[in-house]
């Protein structure tokens, strides 16, 4: 039996930070050493076009970016590959056929598209229409698990009509994906916990390239409160909660074990302690730049593998649709 293929993308928009590591990467890299998959990572280009301060100057040193963080992170090309979608034209065109059979108010109600385009006067079609290419993404390759965050849950539910719906009205041609929901901490920024760790607010963001220097400058400086208690209460100590959380994830040990630890101790101690861990974990994100050769080389080879997929889906949907 072949193992189930697993399937997930990331965009590049900018530096990647903690909150992607944690929130995925890590997570990719541990399903991937799982043995249980067969693992496709990919490089989302095409949907990153979809945001406002899109930079066209910048864009091919972020996709690149993204591949050498999987790689970094512990993506290992011999076990997985590692793509770019915009290198697969099968997904632009799958997408299409989805555009056709998605009706118009399903992806007016999803909440990533209203909290995107609230406000706004107008906004692009891709805005709209970004989780049919998703679905075209997941529906290509046969992938029976999706690692996704709660934010791209609605998406994948979407992806499963959609395949439903393809099946019965033109004969069994995609696998209905399964979610796959990891328990991974959710990053608030270090200067307004109130809000996810986001490249909007540099200054709360530990990117995964920042200088040992940075990344302990940022936290020393992460808001806490005065009652000087390293205790965990997300309502009324929600700085130094959310730190906790990040020690935890870095650490392994427990909120609990480290409200022990720190018992009586003060916030500079903990703060200078969790530096250290986060100094030592980005590490491999500063240190192991793979070679630009190694990185097209382990891309070239994720292309080839996908588009095989990709290709034989399509040709396979082109039959069912009567296109060929
Ligand atoms: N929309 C996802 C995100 O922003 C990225 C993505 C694109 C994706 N296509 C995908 C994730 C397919 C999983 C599967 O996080």
Redesign the pocket.
């Known amino acids: 039996m072949p193992k189930p293929i697993l ?5 590049p928009t900018g530096r990647l930070h903690l909150g992607n590591y944690l929130g995925a990467l890590r997570n990719f890299v541990e399903l991937q050493n799982s043995g249980k998959y067969q693992c496709l990572f990919f490089v ?1 280009d095409l ?1 990153s076009l979809t945001a406002a301060d899109f930079d066209a100057a910048k864009k091919q040193e972020e996709i690149l970016g993204v591949a050498r963080a999987y790689l970094a992170a512990g993506v290992d090309p011999k076990k997985s590959s590692v793509f770019v979608q915009s290198h697969i034209a099968e997904s632009s065109e799958l997408a299409w056929v989805f555009n056709t059979l998605a009706p118009v108010g399903e992806l007016e109600r999803m909440t990533q598209y209203k909290d995107k385009s609230a406000g706004r006067e107008s906004v692009n079609v891709g805005l709209l229409t970004y989780p049919l290419l ?1 679905a075209a ?2 529906l290509l390759y046969d992938a029976a698990v ?1 690692p ?1 965050g709660e934010d ?1 849950l609605q ?1 994948l539910e979407l992806t499963r009509t959609l395949a439903r719906k393809f099946n019965n009205r033109f004969g069994d041609t995609f696998v209905e994906p399964q979610p796959l929901m990891t328990k991974t901490p959710r990053v608030m920024s270090l200067t307004d916990p109130s809000k996810k760790m986001s490249k909007s607010l540099p200054e709360g963001c530990l990117f995964l390239d920042d200088s040992p220097a940075d990344v302990k400058k940022k936290i020393m400086r992460a808001v806490t409160d005065s009652d000087s208690k390293v205790t965990f209460d997300p309502v009324q100590k929600a700085g130094v909660s959310n730190l906790l959380l990040i020690y935890e994830a870095l650490s392994g040990k427990s909120v609990a074990s480290l409200e022990k630890k720190y018992a009586g101790k003060g916030y500079g101690q903990f703060k200078a302690d969790l530096a250290d861990l986060a100094v030592v974990a980005l590490a491999p994100f500063r240190e192991l730049k793979p070679k630009t050769s190694n990185l097209k080389a382990a891309l070239a080879a994720g292309d080839r593998k996908a588009k095989k997929l990709a290709s034989a889906k399509m040709k396979d949907a082109k039959k069912k649709l009567g296109l060929l």
């Open positions: 399937i997930s993308g990331i965009q989302a949907h998703m993404d997941i999706v996704v791209q998406h």
